[in-house]
């Protein structure tokens, strides 16, 4: 045991909460949850992640570390027309075509198959919207929001990996200082709320579906292959339906899915963590650990969240989503073959439309796939 092996833990436990949290607060108020609704939402996955870590790290003897999906919880908040209980059908379908993928190993493969030049333009047609909004929220709210800006690149100079964790306190601070924070919420414990799903074509077309692609294709194989890089191997299958399942039992308290961490699983899988490999598999209990103390104290950070700016939460959520933005759009246009069709389900998942109730997402991904098999058919 070393120091760096709980330090690396409770570093991408703070990352991977403080620095996205914002974003489930959007998701949450998009599809109208309730403050108990959306602390219960918190608690929930936040246990689901605990109880993750530690079974998979323990079984594998591997830092398996887990996550709720950042890219699923931007699609969500970008959703409309949606219920919490219609939201929380869509995550037990969700849950359910994870747990299929895991047992049937061609899911995987099927998954896998679609190009990544189209699936990240999906993922940046969904992500685009907040990061202009952050953009767009310098006008609106000038004084609080340009010093926080000024915050994030200068952080992001010396660690990355804490500069919207930065915003986010800095944020809270300077809110607090110039009078926009009239109280702060009372110390109280979490609770769950149970929540009845309502399950329709339309959301599992429109919500399920996109849900499970982007949290495939964005971070599970994302996941694995940190893992991978660090020198393991992985049971590709085992870790997928363990997330499925956990994220099936938790959904009916409204939390979200939950999959294989990627930017926190990288903190904890380098040599940094432990120079042995077989020693890293220890970081799974400490991250747990950090994330049942979030859990036990969700509700107050929902209700603190809720006493802050709007400004403020906009501002973080498109910081948070910068880089992955960026990522995505080097990946969709690497190749310049795919370029048309990557501008056309960038444009289409974007635009935000929605038809037969289904949401654009689901239809970016279908226009993208259907360029690409025309130009494929004019090859042949």
Same mark, same amino acid.
């Given at each position: 045991?070393?120091?760096?092996?709980?330090?690396?833990?409770?570093?991408? @436990?703070?990352? !991977?909460?403080? &620095?996205?949290?914002?974003?489930?607060?959007?998701?949450?108020?998009?599809?109208?949850?309730?403050?108990?609704?959306?602390?219960?939402?918190?608690?929930?996955?936040?246990?689901?992640?605990?109880? %993750?870590?530690?079974?998979?790290?323990?079984?594998? *003897?591997?830092? /398996?570390?887990?996550?709720?999906?950042?890219?699923?919880?931007?699609? /969500?908040?970008?959703?409309?027309?949606?219920?919490?209980?219609?939201?929380? !059908?869509?995550?037990?379908?969700?849950?359910?075509?994870?747990?299929?993928? &895991?047992?049937?190993?061609?899911?995987?493969?099927?998954?896998?198959?679609?190009?990544?030049? /189209?699936?990240?333009?999906?993922? #940046?047609?969904?992500?685009?919207?907040? /990061?202009?909004?952050?953009?767009?929220?310098?006008?609106?709210?000038?004084?609080?929001?340009? $010093?926080?800006?000024?915050?994030?690149?200068?952080?992001?100079?010396?660690?990355?990996?804490?500069?919207?964790?930065?915003?986010?306190?800095?944020?809270?601070?300077?809110?607090?200082?110039?009078? *926009?924070? %009239?109280?702060?919420?009372?110390?109280?414990?979490?609770?769950?709320?149970?929540?009845?799903?309502?399950?329709?074509?339309?959301?599992?077309? &429109?919500?399920?579906?996109?849900?499970?692609?982007?949290?495939?294709?964005?971070?599970?194989?994302? &996941?694995?292959?940190?893992?991978?890089?660090?020198?393991?191997?992985?049971?590709?299958?085992?870790?997928?339906?363990?997330?499925?399942?956990?994220?099936?039992?938790?959904? $009916?308290?409204?939390?979200?899915?939950?999959?294989?961490? #990627?930017?926190? @699983?990288?903190?904890?899988?380098?040599?940094?963590?432990?120079?042995?490999?077989?020693?890293?598999? =220890?970081?799974?209990?400490?991250?747990?650990?950090?994330?049942?103390?979030?859990?036990?104290?969700?509700?107050?950070?929902?209700?603190?969240?809720?006493?802050?700016?709007?400004?403020?939460?906009?501002?973080?959520?498109?910081?948070?989503?910068?880089?992955?933005? !960026?990522?995505?759009?080097?990946?969709?246009?690497?190749?310049? *073959?795919? *370029?048309?069709?990557?501008?056309?389900?960038?444009?289409?998942?974007?635009?935000?439309?929605?038809?037969?109730?289904?949401?654009?997402?689901?239809?970016?991904?279908?226009?993208?796939?259907?360029?690409?098999?025309?130009? =494929?058919? =004019? =090859?042949?």
């Amino acid at each position: 045991m070393r120091i760096s092996i709980p330090s690396s833990a409770f570093v991408a @436990a703070v990352v !991977g909460f403080g &620095g996205t949290l914002a974003l489930i607060i959007a998701a949450a108020n998009a599809v109208g949850a309730s403050q108990a609704e959306t602390a219960s939402w918190v608690t929930a996955i936040c246990l689901a992640m605990a109880v %993750e870590t530690l079974w998979l790290s323990w079984r594998t *003897r591997m830092p /398996v570390i887990t996550a709720w999906s950042t890219p699923g919880a931007a699609l /969500v908040a970008a959703s409309s027309g949606f219920t919490m209980n219609q939201a929380v !059908g869509a995550f037990i379908v969700t849950a359910v075509l994870l747990i299929a993928t &895991g047992l049937f190993r061609p899911l995987t493969r099927l998954i896998s198959r679609i190009p990544a030049s /189209v699936a990240s333009a999906m993922l #940046a047609g969904i992500v685009v919207g907040f /990061v202009i909004n952050a953009a767009k929220a310098a006008t609106v709210d000038p004084w609080l929001v340009l $010093p926080l800006v000024a915050i994030f690149f200068v952080a992001r100079l010396y660690n990355a990996a804490l500069s919207v964790l930065a915003v986010l306190v800095g944020g809270g601070i300077l809110a607090f200082a110039l009078g *926009r924070v %009239e109280s702060l919420p009372s110390l109280e414990l979490s609770s769950l709320t149970l929540i009845a799903p309502e399950f329709s074509l339309a959301g599992a077309i &429109g919500l399920a579906l996109p849900l499970y692609l982007v949290t495939m294709a964005s971070q599970n194989l994302s &996941g694995l292959a940190v893992l991978r890089a660090a020198g393991y191997d992985p049971p590709a299958g085992e870790l997928i339906t363990v997330t499925g399942l956990v994220s099936l039992i938790t959904a $009916p308290f409204g939390a979200l899915t939950t999959n294989l961490a #990627a930017i926190s @699983a990288a903190i904890c899988t380098g040599p940094d963590t432990h120079p042995d490999l077989a020693e890293r598999w =220890k970081t799974g209990p400490f991250y747990a650990l950090a994330y049942v103390i979030f859990a036990t104290f969700g509700a107050s950070l929902v209700a603190l969240f809720a006493v802050l700016p709007q400004s403020l939460i906009v501002l973080v959520a498109g910081l948070g989503l910068m880089a992955a933005f !960026g990522n995505a759009m080097s990946i969709a246009l690497r190749d310049e *073959r795919d *370029r048309i069709a990557v501008v056309t389900t960038f444009a289409v998942t974007a635009s935000g439309i929605a038809v037969f109730g289904v949401g654009s997402a689901f239809w970016g991904l279908v226009a993208g796939l259907l360029v690409l098999a025309l130009e =494929k058919l =004019k =090859k042949t």
